[in-house]
């Protein structure tokens, strides 16, 4: 059309509010310019607002539009294929596409659009030369030779600000340096990976045995091909399926082609991250929630630039801009931390590892002792292939374990006690020979709970529906959903203010330790818990010192499950393995089973043989018999079985719509109107299940109910979601959540 006033037009996403994509001119000066992806500002009644480019296209959909202002990026931040990962996720999870956009682009990425530069000082004469200038100079110029001791010091050269800060000095001595040529001062841009600094020894690539081997054809066989395909690889821990990731990712650098590999919690990965500094070296980028926005920013550009070819990172690692992807892992593919179950779009980052496979024709590699019920199903139906590493890798053996009936322990002390006799004399065995243990609580605190022997009712939470913990420590009550904290904890019932009825129980790691200190007065013993771990480093260091023999028994929740590598720990005890069966949730066993596998996977990995006492008041439970024999195949058996049965995942998909506010009456009205609309629209083959109050029925003076819709074709059911939440109008105090394929039913 020759009476178009702009050259071409584009469709953008504003980031405030409305999903509904809209249509700018692009102007001649920004003419071949704006690609999809670019961040641009736009006019909207008036106001400059941030926006996303989705297309650029020849006509617009409306007669009169008004031009971009400007480009806020010189290039796209997301790129085409993140772009069509967005889309894919706007419709399966049932979010708006800006919302989705903020995860894929982090905040810190959409302001900064330049990296940082600071002034970075070098020598300029040799160390020689400078030292003979600083015994010359010492006694009338002191603050100029304090400097060159410091830059002596350095290795290639130092910033500024920190070489101000060691030789404790202004800028003028070193201005004064410069001008008699002893040191230069440049702008460079700082790059704030946090593996700078850091020197590492290369290490070169293992012999694979053979069932290693026979996996590794497999995924080059898609690899050398550029082909999209899912490789599951179950193996025990221990049985070498990183090793085969590190090689998957060589072969993939090889062909020029970069990878990305997903870990459930970086912070608990330290042991893998330095396997990777050491092979890779600085061809790999880590991403986590700890980094400063400066740091990410970097990262987010190395990555973007191909200079860093691989990623390693948590689940939202998997929206990295690499170009060129060939490679995608999902190490432990069965954690539930690949969920993002706080918030919209709850995406779950191993199911998006497979749709990004497939738009990117990447080869896909998950990998797990004890993978989901859901991946072994397609890997039985043959979408996934399937590889099984039955054997350590080295040359330790899967451990001896044992199930103790704590009943008749209960019987033995006549009364409760944590420890087992079997336990108790496996830890003195091991103090004896100098090796070490693992104990392992799901629980921390003192006590789990305060509870009045006359009403019977626990200490709860004023805002949350849960009990108190105790802990003995700081001597307080707290609530580990919102962090309330009471103090002292009361001697008189809040229920029935009975007076001095209130008696502590349910035991947590930090009685645990009290207890066997008191049982064992020379034992050394370290604790790992969200408590002992509150400041950052604090993870790493105790699992440093427990791996420098600083302790002889490691006791902790679930940070301590997993993936961790000590040789010299020969004894692992499951204090109270069955507690998590009894959550009404569909995945209980499963998480239950792997759980206890996991743990028990930390015994016996180095040269001596290990042994597992799992302890438990159902010993004859399928779930614990199955876990005590590391028998994935026969847990999968049974379990699958029983989801077919009850019709749960992987023979259907769930979701789950969550409704919450601090009024409790219109919360549930809210619930009932969404529901009943979503049924007059919903087709038949979609079951919704009743209104329920969801398994914290209030967090932080919030009630929430939820209900849950099974049916095969999530897309399908995020439209009507979408249409019924346009319609009914849900109060501004009710907040509507909804999640796709939910992690647990209950919670
Ligand atoms: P997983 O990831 O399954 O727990 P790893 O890859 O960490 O297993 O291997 C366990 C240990 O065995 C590591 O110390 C690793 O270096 C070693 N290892 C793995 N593969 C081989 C191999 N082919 N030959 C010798 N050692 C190996
Ligand atoms: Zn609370």
């Not at 704006?34 to 006019?43: A, D, I, L, S, T």
């Not at 990410?296 to 550009?301: A, K, N, Q, S």
């Not at 009943?676 to 209104?691: I, K």
Request: proline fraction near 5%.
């Amino acid at each position: 059309m020759a009476d178009q006033p702009f050259p071409a037009y584009a469709s953008v996403v504003l980031d405030l509010a409305l999903n509904k994509p809209l249509d700018y001119g692009i102007p001649v000066e920004l003419a071949g310019k704006v690609v999809p992806g670019m961040r641009v500002n736009v006019p909207v009644r008036g106001q400059q607002r941030a926006a996303t480019v989705i297309t650029v296209k020849d006509t617009p959909d409306y007669p009169s539009v008004k031009p971009i202002t400007k480009l806020l990026t010189a290039e796209a931040l997301v790129t085409p294929e993140l772009f069509e990962l967005a889309l894919w996720m706007a419709k399966y999870y049932c979010t708006p596409l800006n919302q989705v956009l903020k995860i894929i682009v982090p905040a810190s990425l959409r302001k900064q659009t330049k990296p940082k530069e600071q002034l970075f000082v070098m020598r300029a004469k040799t160390r020689e030369e400078i030292r003979t200038f600083c015994q010359q100079n010492r006694a009338n110029h002191a603050a100029q030779a304090l400097v060159l001791d410091v830059m002596l010091k350095a290795k290639k050269g130092i910033l500024l600000t920190a070489l101000m800060e060691r030789a404790k000095c202004s800028r003028s001595p070193i201005d004064s340096l410069v001008k008699q040529g002893f040191l230069t001062v440049e702008n460079v841009r700082i790059d704030r990976s946090p593996l700078q600094d850091e020197e590492y020894f290369l290490t070169q690539p293992k012999q694979l045995n053979r069932e290693q081997e026979e996996a590794f054809a497999k995924i080059t066989g898609s690899l050398d091909k550029g082909q999209f395909a899912t490789h599951l690889i179950q193996g025990v821990t221990g049985s070498g399926k990183t090793e085969i990731y590190m090689q998957a990712i060589d072969r993939a650098l090889a062909q020029g082609k970069g990878s990305i590999m997903l870990v459930p919690e970086i912070s608990l990965t330290t042991q893998m991250i330095e396997r990777f500094k050491t092979r890779f070296k600085d061809k790999i980028a880590i991403l986590h929630h700890r980094l400063s926005d400066g740091e990410r920013f970097d990262g987010w550009h190395k990555i973007r630039s191909g200079e860093a070819k691989i990623v390693l990172g948590a689940r939202s690692a998997i929206f990295s801009p690499v170009p060129n992807l060939g490679l995608i892992i999902v190490d432990e593919e069965h954690e539930h931390t690949y969920k993002q179950s706080e918030e919209m779009p709850c995406y779950q980052a191993r199911d998006l590892a497979v749709v990004r496979g497939k738009l990117s024709h990447s080869t896909v590699i998950l990998g797990s002792a004890t993978p989901s019920v859901e991946s072994f199903f397609n890997a039985a139906i043959g979408k996934y292939t399937l590889s099984t590493l039955h054997n350590r890798a080295e040359a330790s053996s899967i451990p001896h374990v044992t199930i103790v009936d704590m009943r008749k322990e209960y019987e033995k002390a006549k009364g409760l006690t944590p420890f087992s006799e079997a336990l108790l004399q496996g830890i003195k065995k091991r103090q004896a020979a100098g090796e070490q243990v693992i104990l392992f609580l799901n629980r921390r605190g003192y006590n789990t709970s305060l509870v009045c022997k006359q009403c019977g009712q626990a200490v709860k939470c004023p805002h949350c529906d849960v009990a108190l913990t105790f802990h003995k420590g700081d001597n307080i009550l707290s609530c580990h959903l919102c962090g309330f904290i009471m103090a002292p904890p009361p001697s008189e019932c809040p229920s029935c203010h009975a007076p001095a009825t209130m008696k502590f129980r349910g035991i947590g790691t930090e009685q645990i330790e009290t207890m066997l200190r008191a049982i064992l007065p020379d034992i050394r013993t370290l604790r790992v818990d969200a408590d002992t771990t509150k400041h950052k480093g604090s993870h790493q260091r105790l699992l440093r010192e427990f791996g420098t023999g600083k302790a002889d028994v490691l006791i902790g929740t679930q940070m301590i499950a997993k993936g961790l590598h000590f040789p010299e720990v020969t004894l692992v005890g499951v204090l109270n393995s069955d507690t998590g069966l009894n959550i009404p949730d569909f995945r209980a066993s499963e998480t239950t089973f792997q759980l206890i596998t996991q743990v028990a996977g930390r015994s016996g990995r180095g040269i001596h043989k290990g042994e597992v006492i799992i302890q438990t008041n159902m010993p004859d439970n399928s779930t614990v018999q199955h876990a005590s024999r590391q028998d994935f195949r026969g847990f999968y058996a049974d379990e699958i079985g029983l989801r077919e049965m009850f019709h749960y995942p992987p023979y259907t998909h769930l979701a789950k719509v969550v409704f919450s506010g601090k009024d409790q009456e219109l919360t549930v009205r809210q619930a009932e109107e969404f529901r009943t609309v979503l049924l007059q629209q919903l087709p038949d083959e979609y079951e919704v299940h009743p209104v329920l109050p969801a398994g914290h029925a209030k967090v932080k003076d919030k009630y929430r109910y939820q209900f849950l819709i099974k049916g095969k074709n999530m897309f399908g059911l995020s439209r009507s979601l979408e249409s019924v939440k346009n319609s009914v109008k849900l109060s501004s105090t009710v907040k509507l959540f909804i999640d796709i394929d939910p992690s647990s039913t209950y919670f």
